[in-house]
């Protein structure tokens, strides 16, 4: 099994930065690919940001140019680095993490609120 901690939300000002970060624990030798998503109140799942065992990277349109996700190995720690927050951006921030030993939707942490407001 592998374990996924959420930490770094909080409020921010439109315009605003902020650090997300993923520390893994548990069977994590095996996962490929590890992401972002988020869920605003009334609206499905979606993902924001993922990056694979090589290092390439997926955006959604959305946040493009804004956001950046990265890895760090030694510290078994994904980081979303959000910049130029909008309120749209407002919503619940999970991380994921896909195994061959895991379930289709993969590993969940237990999600980090991010509020952008002024």
């Known amino acids: 099994q592998v374990q996924l901690v959420e930490s770094g939300g909080g409020l921010v000002q439109p315009g605003g930065s902020l650090r997300l970060s993923c520390a893994a624990s548990?069977?994590?030798?095996?996962?490929?690919?590890t992401g972002w998503y988020r869920q605003a109140p009334g609206k499905q799942r979606e993902l924001v940001a993922a990056i694979t065992i090589d290092g390439r990277t997926n955006y959604a349109d959305s946040v493009k140019g804004r956001f950046t996700i990265s890895r760090d190995n030694v510290k078994n720690t994904v980081y979303l680095q959000m910049s130029s927050l909008k309120p749209e951006d407002t919503a619940v921030y999970y991380c994921?993490?896909?195994?061959?030993?895991?379930?289709?939707?993969?590993?969940w942490g237990q999600g980090t609120q991010v509020t952008v407001s002024s």
């Open positions: 994921n993490a896909a195994s061959p030993d895991s379930d289709p939707l993969g590993y």
């Open positions: 548990g069977s994590i030798f095996r996962i490929y690919a």
